[in-house]
């Protein structure tokens, strides 16, 4: 069992949530991923399009395929794949967000209750990996909404929020549902902005991790 930070510094929601997250993104979990990227700036505008499909261990992302990758309309080549792939197997720090409920991170974060089930969190690492904002959870403990401003922005960015949706997807088995970011900046003289929209659909659990990892290289996820 994780040990989660000084109970006198950790609202019982919080625990409960951080308890109920453990609990509920056990096992190998095989699903889709649709990711939507635009940005424009001036003269400037970028559009990527991707659909994967993953197995997820315990809530990591163990493996992935790419079923569809596209910038401006174009299909990348099998290197990029390859390597935005590679990206995705192995994330560099901060490439992902250290979640306020998950119970590795709680003690990065403060934490004061805003609402009856609604928690806001500051992010005491402030790094691309953390952020500021809330979630609400329901009367069982599983965070279903997230919202937060990130701590440190990427080139260029100066401003923006994310926003996920988390539901149940399998029975025992939550997960984020959809997110999206929305952020602005400048370019040069050019103001501009950013978004990402993901999805991720067609979950299905797997006895074991070879199970899935079979099922994914057989193109059955």
Known sequence: ??????AAAVPALVSQAAQQTQKTERGVVGYRVHR???????PYHRHDDMVFAAVYED??????????????????????????????????????FER???????????????GAREVQFKASVRDAGHGDGTFAVDGSGNVTSVQYTPTAFPPYTSSGTVTDQRGSV???????????????????????????EITQTGFTRFGSLQEGL????AGRI
């Open 59 to 96: 809530g990591r992302l163990v493996k992935m395929h790419i079923v569809h990758q596209s910038v401006n309309g174009k299909e990348t080549d099998e290197k990029t794949q390859a390597q935005t792939e590679q990206k995705y197997e192995h994330p560099a720090p901060g490439d992902l």
């Open 100 to 114: 306020p409920f998950d119970p590795r991170y709680v003690p990065d974060y403060t934490y004061q209750m805003s």
């Open 1 to 6: 069992m994780t040990v989660l930070a000084s």
């Open 36 to 42: 939507v990227f635009d940005v424009h700036a001036g």
């Open 170 to 196: 399998l029975p025992d088995y939550w997960a984020t549902t959809r997110e999206d970011q929305q952020f602005r900046g400048h370019y040069a003289v050019f103001g501009g902005g950013a978004s990402v």
């Open 214 to 217: 079979s099922a994914l290289a």
